[in-house]
């Protein structure tokens, strides 16, 4: 198990990371209604653990708080390989299809 400091440090690192890649994502031009309905919904499901990756942090929950800062980016990660969201060509916040 990571001492406190290392998990701490983690948790800054994922939470830029994922920040940085929220503001950076957008839905790519032209999806059916069917892919863009997906893509939203991936979109919400980053947002939401997020949120919550915040909430854990504020309560000193780091651990719960890592898990859900990195949920949040692997839907962000998915929504990339899946072509539903324009990633700018940027292979350090997202894994490029």
């Known amino acids: ?46 947002r939401n653990y997020f949120s919550d990756a915040k909430y854990f942090e504020e309560k000193k929950d780091f651990l719960t708080a890592l898990a859900a800062y990195s949920y949040a980016h692997a839907w962000l990660d998915a929504g990339v390989k899946a072509g539903w969201f324009d990633h700018k060509v940027d292979d350090r916040l997202f894994v490029l299809p």
């Open 1 to 46: 198990m990571d001492s406190l400091p290392e998990l701490k440090k983690k948790v800054e690192k994922y939470r830029t990371l994922t920040k940085n890649a929220l503001e950076k994502v957008a839905l790519v031009k032209g999806l059916s209604e069917k892919d863009k309905k997906t893509a939203q919904a991936f979109l919400e499901m980053a």
